[in-house]
């Protein structure tokens, strides 16, 4: 019997989903093996899946059933795959989607930020659309606040409103609102100056307060914040040029902390400076559960044909190891082998390129046994 048992609530989702948690699952076998470490994964429904089992039962169809929620609440992790696809694309107010079930469950979590970080190997230099030059040193954090913002103010729709329509005639009103409370923005600040000060002394709060007020109140906070981490260097960033930065000189930043939907845009667009969203993981922490996933969608037009890239699922495990478990010799171990495979030239389509030997482009489960290998 192992020394130690961590319970993980473990999320498939739709798509790709099950064969990506197949190898963060193999990998965790693998860790615990060398570990003395038991990880107990138990399959949970959420997105789509989670839509078409409850509406099969004759239930009211719902992206993340209370059985979910509280097996997550109930876990010391969660690992979630992806969620989402055109099956379940219905913007009719009111109806299901997949992707309520990722809010809802970071809501009933008590998730309010969310890590990204973005590392740049050196064997994908080539897989970037960006010039080689300016990749070097690229090693940032996205800190994204996730439970506040337009994501989560009033969404209102009016229909037959005077003047709403073409040429001033009653036709269609909508509204979203983006909304914040000073503890919101202060807690999520406050972690970010925190990581800042471990990593390389450098943070960047993006907002946009020369338009919005949101955004001056984020700016205030974050000034009076960083009057505490005098060794932190902190600057001020509108939305709009931080996503030009990003690819004209994206060295240059350490640890990038912005709102909710300001996140979410930068974070996939940081994504893209190593080449594939295929290699991205993310850890959502916060007062509950935390949880974990890669920063990719489903991608239903490959899902059954086992050539997903598995390589973020798999280091969204090692976050989860650091995070959670405080296993930082096993992420290591974890981190340094997905390193190896990929300096060692393994690939899988979407990271591949037209110097890769063909016997080295791997499909998803052959990527999780050569991460597997290089473990030991």
């Not at 010039?131 to 090693?139: A, I, M, S, T």
């Not at 171990?333 to 495979?341: D, G, M, N, S």
């Amino acid at each position: 019997m192992a020394s130690k048992m961590y319970a993980i609530c473990t999320l498939p989702g739709d798509g790709i989903g099950p064969e990506i948690m197949a190898e963060g699952k193999k990998v965790l076998a693998a860790i615990g093996a060398r570990h003395d470490v038991e990880f107990r994964c138990q399959d949970q429904l959420i997105g789509g899946a989670a839509i078409d089992a409850t509406t099969a039962r004759g239930q009211k169809p719902t992206a993340l059933p209370e059985a979910t929620l509280q097996a997550a609440q109930a876990a010391d992790a969660v690992l979630l795959s992806a969620v989402g696809g055109p099956k379940w694309t219905n913007t009719e107010a009111g109806a299901a989607r997949p992707e309520q079930g990722l809010l809802a469950i970071r809501k009933g979590l008590g998730l309010y930020l969310n890590l990204r970080p973005v590392r740049m190997y050196d064997a994908l230099r080539a897989a970037s659309p960006l010039k080689p030059e300016l990749l070097e040193g690229v090693d940032l954090l996205i800190v994204r606040e996730l439970t506040g913002g337009l994501y989560f103010g009033k969404h209102e729709r009016e229909w037959g409103v005077e003047g709403a329509g073409v040429g001033g005639t009653r036709g269609e009103h909508a509204c979203d609102t983006m909304d914040y409370s000073e503890y919101e923005v202060e807690r999520v600040v406050r972690w970010a100056f925190e990581a800042a000060a471990r990593r390389r002394g450098r943070l960047c709060s993006v907002d946009k307060a020369n338009v919005l007020e949101t955004s001056r109140m984020w700016r205030e906070v974050a000034h009076r914040i960083g009057e505490e981490f005098p060794t932190v260097e902190a600057c001020d960033m509108y939305v709009d040029n931080a996503s030009m930065q990003l690819v004209a000189n994206p060295g240059q930043f350490d640890v990038i902390v912005t709102e909710n939907t300001f996140g979410d845009i930068l974070s996939d667009e940081a994504s893209m400076l190593t080449g594939s969203l295929g290699m991205l993981a993310s850890a959502s922490l916060g007062s509950g559960t935390a949880l974990y996933e890669p920063s990719h969608g489903s991608a239903p037009d490959i899902a059954g044909k086992g050539i997903a890239n598995p390589l973020a699922q798999i280091l969204s495990v090692e976050l989860m190891l650091r995070y959670s478990f405080q296993m930082d010799e096993a992420a290591n171990e974890l981190a340094a082998a997905v390193q190896r495979t990929l300096d060692e030239g393994w690939r899988t389509v979407d990271i591949a390129d037209d110097s890769t030997p063909a016997d080295h482009v791997l499909g998803t489960a052959a990527m999780g046994d050569k991460v597997v290998e290089f473990l030991g």
